[in-house]
């Protein structure tokens, strides 16, 4: 008696596997965050097959991840795209930017274009500080990292010096950033990256904001250190 064995050929295989790391990265653009829990269960999916997809994603540096508390367990690892998982999305955004950025150069000449993007980036940083609102330095900290977050920078913070004596604040800051969202412009327009600090230092005007790390100088990461002003 003769089994059938279903054979997938070699090439249909690793057209799945692309197909389903595909899916993995159009899932983490829609969401910004996941597990590779709620990864499986979205995709319908073995955790075993779909961490073997996120590790090879990892390697390929189109993710990365940062673990998050999970009660009194191990820490979860939550998934998001790097910079380069979301370049692999089409858009014309920074191409705009940069021909735009040239096209102002050119009509009014580097002295005013620069002060123009001056004006703009105050601005934000005065936008920010609304948004951030009157609470702790902690918490205007974690807010700010929230709203790099929503605009596509894989932002963290962490504190690194207690405040007072009961210990219920702190008064200095890390504030990290993995990636640029803007790394393309940046690229062409270097200057652009450097208002980046008088923004923040306008969104935290009682605060001392210095840079410790830039990715622009080959670093893998942006990093400013946030100390509240004595008083």
Same mark, same amino acid.
């Given at each position: ?110 002295? *005013?274009?620069?002060?123009?993007? %001056?004006? &703009? !980036?105050?601005?934000? #940083? ?5 948004? =951030?609102? /009157? ?69 935290? *005007?009682?605060?001392?904001?210095? %840079?410790? &790390? !830039?990715?622009?100088? #080959? ?5 400013? =250190?946030? /100390?509240?002003?004595?008083?």
């Amino acid at each position: 008696m003769l089994v059938k064995i279903d054979y997938i050929p070699k090439k249909m295989a690793i057209a799945q596997q692309n197909s389903t790391k595909q899916d993995i990265l159009q899932l983490l653009l829609k969401q910004g965050q996941a597990t590779a829990h709620e990864l499986a269960e979205a995709l319908n999916i073995s955790p075993q097959a779909i961490r073997r997809h996120l590790k090879d994603l990892e390697t390929e540096d189109l993710i990365v991840h940062q673990p998050v508390p999970a009660g009194m367990g191990r820490p979860q690892h939550v998934y998001e795209l790097s910079q380069e998982g979301r370049d692999r999305f089409p858009n014309s955004y920074n191409q705009f930017a940069i021909s735009f950025l040239d096209t102002l150069v050119e009509t009014l000449g580097h002295e *005013q274009a620069g002060s123009l993007l %001056r004006k &703009h !980036w105050e601005r934000k #940083g005065n936008e920010y500080r609304d948004r =951030l609102g /009157k609470g702790s330095l902690q918490q205007r900290v974690a807010k700010l990292v929230e709203l790099r977050r929503e605009e596509g920078y894989m932002a963290e913070w962490y504190p690194i010096e207690s405040g007072d004596a009961h210990g219920d604040t702190h008064s200095q800051f890390i504030l990290t950033e993995h990636n640029c969202a803007i790394s393309h412009i940046v690229t062409s327009f270097p200057s652009v990256c450097g208002h980046e600090l008088e923004m923040f230092a306008a969104a935290l *005007q009682d605060c001392q904001v210095e %840079r410790t &790390h !830039w990715i622009i100088n #080959g670093e893998h990461r942006c990093g400013y =250190l946030i /100390k509240a002003q004595e008083v």
